[in-house]
């Protein structure tokens, strides 16, 4: 098993820049392929970004494409989401989520998530 918390949310205007962390517990973390959703309120929760076990292969989502990139330190646990050029339409509360075998876009494939953190982009 493994818990993951996310931290690094917040309240930032248009075109600024925020770093999402996610930590895991576990000494098996790095067996995990590791995903970004995020949910806005009245709509379903989507994918943001994926990364491997590795940190070798990575995913994003057509509409964070060279503004959020993903990565991940398997020795400290973490996987961050680093996002710049922030939009308000990317305001929402923010998961982080694992599971074994591959990285999928989809959410209910992941086993593991944490609670989220909130990013709010004010125009």
């Known amino acids: 098993q493994v818990q993951l918390v996310e931290s690094g949310g917040g309240l930032v205007q248009a075109g600024g820049s925020l770093r999402l962390s996610c930590a895991a517990s576990g000494r098996t973390f790095s067996k995990y392929f590791v995903a970004w959703f995020r949910q806005a309120p009245g709509k379903e929760r989507e994918f943001v970004a994926s990364i491997d076990t590795g940190g070798d292969s990575t995913a994003y989502a057509d509409s964070v494409k060279g503004r959020f990139t993903i990565s991940r330190d398997n020795a400290k646990n973490t996987v961050n989401l680093q996002m710049n050029s922030l939009k308000p339409e990317d305001t929402a509360l923010y998961y982080c989520?694992?599971?074994?075998?591959?990285?999928?876009?989809?959410?209910?494939?992941?086993?593991?998530w944490g609670q989220g953190t909130q990013v709010t982009v004010s125009s």
């Open positions: 989520a694992a599971r074994y075998y591959a990285a999928t876009r989809t959410p209910n494939t992941y086993r593991y």
